[in-house]
């Protein structure tokens, strides 16, 4: 808004009606002598009106002015508001999880699948027992086997810590597992077992923080591992129940 042609208009405007006022007395006097003259009284009359009309004109005006100015003033506060201002924005969309939970022990990449059979990263051989998950891979276990066996090669391939977390277990386990490293993710657990002897790093103990991919030992034939193709076992357990490692692996992480 002009604050300029307010403060004009509140001046003047005792002016403007002092103006008009004046002009309709004037004319008021001039008809007075006409009407002296001539003695009609409608010449007195109209004169009456014609200031009035005057009056209002004058107001009219100023309204109209004050009214195209007050647009202005508010077109322009609109427009600069509306330049100043910043557009929104479409909402960022949600993160989609990776299809894969962590690392693949073996490859160190995301993700399993079970061909070719035998080969690094890949399902073992099913020579001396099966060595998928479940009930049809027979063990001593009724439910079958509990873990699933990833093929690598004897003291060469690596094995890497699935996700990041803490160290539960790790050493010589003696029995059925043989050399293994129990790490707990907090509600998940992963078990890596048959590592070769003697190969977990130092320091890699009870509480020791890894990190995902970080390698944990290398793959072995300790425990009952002998008797079957070289492999690590992949065992994952969530909220103290064993699944599927081959699920786990190929989901999002639970």
Not at 50 to 64: K, N
Not at 72 to 99: C, E, F, I, M, R
Not at 224 to 230: D, L, M, V
Request: charged residues 15%; hydrophobic residues 35%; positive net charge.
């Amino acid at each position: 808004m002009d604050a300029t042609f307010v403060e004009w208009f509140l001046l003047n405007l005792p002016l403007m009606k002092a103006s008009a006022a004046k002009g309709r007395s004037t004319q008021l006097g001039r008809s007075r002598l006409a009407h002296r003259a001539s003695g009609p009284t409608t010449s007195y009359l109209k004169t009456r009106v014609r200031g009035s009309r005057l009056l209002e004109a004058a107001f009219i005006l100023a309204i109209a002015e004050l009214t195209r100015r007050l647009h202005q003033a508010y077109a322009h506060a609109y427009d600069k508001q509306a330049a100043g201002s910043v557009l929104p924005q479409n909402p960022a969309p949600t993160p989609t999880p990776p299809p894969n939970c962590g690392r693949n022990p073996v490859t160190n990449q995301p993700g399993f699948s079970r061909q070719p059979v035998g080969q690094p990263g890949h399902l073992r051989a099913p020579i001396g027992g099966l060595g998928h998950f479940g009930p049809t891979a027979p063990r001593r276990n009724p439910r079958g086997h509990q873990g699933l066996d990833i093929a690598g090669t004897v003291n060469v391939s690596p094995v890497y810590a699935n996700r990041a977390g803490t160290v539960m277990r790790a050493g010589d386990a003696g029995g059925e597992a043989g050399w293994r490293v129990v790490l707990d993710h907090g509600g998940v657990v992963t078990r890596y077992v048959h590592l070769q002897a003697g190969s977990i790093p130092g320091g890699l103990v009870a509480g020791q923080r890894v990190e995902e991919g970080q390698r944990i030992g290398t793959l072995g034939n300790t425990g009952n591992a002998g008797r079957t193709p070289a492999h690590v076992h992949f065992g994952v357990q969530v909220n103290g129940r064993t699944v599927d490692p081959e699920t786990y692996l190929n989901s999002p992480c639970p």
